[in-house]
């Protein structure tokens, strides 16, 4: 266990963020060049990749696959090159393939192996072997697939059929990794595939299929998608192209460095390179209401995404009543938008996100537990949360539960907090942020690991 120590806030030390940063490379996206990059006709390159234990998961699954995968140069961990072997060309694994603690891994790799013509066990860490899989087994059964769970948990036993069938699915949770777990699987189906969602979620599966598909030229592309259906005609597609892709900073990374500026008195950073696809940009909505000095600059387009510089400076930050598609579209980012609550002046109410409960922890409970040890008042409620601020918070010794971002989001509270935090169980932090701590104190923060 190795944990992390945070100065705050003291009679003699007001810590102040100042300079221009850059996060890892997006998760999602990482995972799925991997995937896609692996399934695709031939050898691509992936810049930008993110080296966390999330993706390395992946990353591991896809090599007991038959991909290889080396670095570009040696020594560069961000810039892959995949030697993809068709949507037909996968190997059948020797050994369970181990997805860690990642629900994304689990989730789209199921969608691909239900199609392939050998079986293959999908495990992991006790922590993802408590997450709901029905979600996508339920789905992908329909669409012919043979899965063994457990009481709707992994490990996962596919048997794969080599074939599934074009359905219509029309989700109940707008959850981008079952979409994407449909999709995937629907690249073998015998028919077109389509998903419905109750709301808009991240589309990154969507552009990379759609960049990647070659099909008969004159016609209309295999994959047609808005933000809350998709569909895929899979007898229109010829191969995947090579992968070529470079990914945008991590939106999701950068929340916990955003909410450090603007709650930091006397704060000024520029985070450059940050994708703000529109699926993802939700916090950043909230935020400028919530009276963030916050702009995007140079906005332009990179990989097939849109990424920005976010220019901050630390604000007067007002509550917010955060509800409905914004939930989905800041799903990952509600235990930093708790710690920035804690510092609004009034009462900030979360709702319509119970899906929450459900993450690498339950993040209703977790996040208001620790928050309360540090003398938030922070009430969970079955879908949400409700903050009341402003708070001088309190350092003290507080648990990441093993999630990563709690764990981060609770070292920003460190930092607006008087004296100092230790935040446990912070190995965690490099499964979606390796270089988290490096990028604060370049800032000017003081965090220090301890083993
Ligand atoms: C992800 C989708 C989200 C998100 C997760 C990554 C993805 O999960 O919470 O961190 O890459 O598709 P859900 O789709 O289950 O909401």
Redesign the pocket.
């Known amino acids: 266990m190795s944990w992390l120590t945070v100065r705050g806030f003291s009679e003699l030390n007001h810590v102040v963020l100042y300079g221009v940063a850059a996060v890892p490379g997006d998760?999602?996206i990482s995972?799925?060049a991997l995937m896609l990059g692996g399934l695709a006709e031939g050898t691509g390159r992936i810049e930008g990749f993110l080296p966390s234990g999330d993706c390395l998961a992946t990353m591991g699954c896809m090599r007991q696959l038959g991909v290889e995968i080396e670095h570009a140069t040696a020594g560069s961990a961000t810039t892959l090159i995949v030697h993809g072997r068709g949507l037909r060309g996968l190997k059948a694994p020797l050994a369970p393939l181990d997805c860690r603690r990642s629900?994304?891994t689990m989730?789209?790799l199921a969608g691909i192996l239900a199609g392939q013509t050998f079986d293959s066990v999908l495990t992991g860490d006790p922590q993802l072997l408590r997450r709901p899989m029905r979600?996508i087994t339920q789905p992908l059964s329909t669409m012919g697939a043979r899965i063994e769970e457990t009481d709707g948990h992994g490990p996962l036993v596919i048997h794969g059929q080599g074939k599934l069938h074009g359905s219509e699915h029309v989700l109940t949770?707008?959850?981008?990794?079952?979409?994407?777990a449909i999709l995937l699987g629907g690249l073998y189906a015998d028919g077109p595939v389509t998903v419905q969602l109750p709301g808009p979620?991240?589309d990154?599966?969507e552009r990379m299929v759609a960049a990647q598909v070659e099909y008969p030229a004159g016609g209309p592309s295999p994959l047609t998608y808005d933000m809350c259906t998709a569909r895929l005609d899979p007898a229109r597609i010829r191969r995947l192209r090579p992968i070529d892709r470079v990914v945008p900073g991590d939106i999701?990374s950068a929340a916990f460095l955003v909410a450090a500026a603007l709650a930091l008195p006397g704060s000024e950073v520029t985070i450059v390179g940050v994708g703000v696809n529109e699926t993802r940009t939700g916090l950043l909505d909230v935020l400028v209401e919530m009276g963030a000095l916050l702009t995007l600059e140079d906005r332009r387009e990179q990989g097939g995404e849109p990424i920005a510089d976010i220019r901050l400076r630390a604000s007067a930050i007002r509550p917010a009543e955060i509800q409905g598609d914004t939930v989905?579209r800041m799903?990952?980012e509600f235990p930093i938008l708790a710690v920035l609550a804690t510092q609004a002046e009034g009462t900030t109410v979360v709702r319509d996100a119970a899906?929450l409960r459900v993450?690498e922890t339950d993040r209703i409970a977790m996040v208001a537990v620790e928050l309360s040890k540090m003398g938030a008042s922070i009430e969970p409620r079955p879908d949400g949360f409700v903050v009341k601020g402003p708070t001088q918070l309190t350092g003290g010794e507080v648990d990441s539960h093993g999630d990563h971002r709690l764990a981060m989001a609770l070292a920003i509270a460190g930092l607006v907090a008087k004296g100092e935090t230790t935040v446990l169980g912070a190995e965690c932090i490099p499964d979606s942020f390796p270089g988290f701590v490096e990028a604060l104190n370049s800032l000017g923060a003081e965090l220090r690991h301890g083993i």
């Open positions: 998760k999602s995972h799925r629900g994304t989730r789209l979600r949770v707008a959850s981008a990794q079952v979409k994407s979620a991240r990154h599966t999701s989905v799903i990952d899906e993450k």
